[in-house]
């Protein structure tokens, strides 16, 4: 699992790297039209990785404990993607700003560091935590699916 998190790691600053040498660099203005496609795809990758984890909530743990330790590494690894997903989607989205409403720059800020709050965390805590997480950020979804459309 070290080793599967070190290359994730290593293959995001790869990313970085490509993207900043290609001329495209989150921490600067960007132009309207790529960031309202860029944010459109990250808005159905987001919906993706929300009912993976509602859907590993419902489930059971497997009763093998190699099996529940997998699971749970997995689970942290969507929730780490979109915890990541969600920091540049602000990032992107305050390249929009005015076109976009303050609330939502606000909430897209928020929601990274709720994210990490929750990784921290472990058992129960994480548990109820992510549920309400999950529910929020559907809401997040739709608004941010309604800003793109109005603008």
């Known amino acids: 699992m ?7 790691a290593a293959l995001r600053a790869g990313r970085a790297i490509a ?9 600067t203005q960007e132009a309207a039209t790529p960031v309202r496609a860029w944010l ?9 990785l929300e009912v993976r984890l509602h859907l590993r909530r419902v489930a059971a743990l ?18 780490a993607d ?6 540049t989607a602000h990032q992107k989205l305050l390249s929009l700003y005015p076109a976009v409403p303050e609330a939502l ?8 560091l709720e994210a990490d709050r ?19 950020l ?4 739709a608004r941010l699916r309604a800003a793109l459309r109005a603008r």
Do not use: I, K, V
């Not at 993207?19 to 921490?27: I, N, Q």
């Not at 720059?105 to 928020?110: F, K, P, V, Y």
């Open 82 to 87: 979109l915890a990541g997903l969600l920091r």
């Open 62 to 79: 497997p009763d093998e404990e190699a099996a529940a330790l997998a699971q749970d590494f997995e689970d942290r690894l969507a929730l």
């Open 118 to 136: 929750l990784l921290a965390l472990d058992g129960p805590e994480q548990a109820a935590g992510l549920a309400a997480f999950l529910d929020d």
């Open 19 to 27: 993207d900043r040498r290609a001329g495209r660099d989150p921490s």
């Open 105 to 112: 720059l606000e909430e897209a800020r928020r929601y990274p």
């Open 40 to 48: 459109t795809e990250a808005e159905e990758e987001m919906g993706t």
């Open 138 to 141: 559907a809401g997040f979804r």
């Open 2 to 8: 070290t080793t599967l998190a070190s290359l994730r």
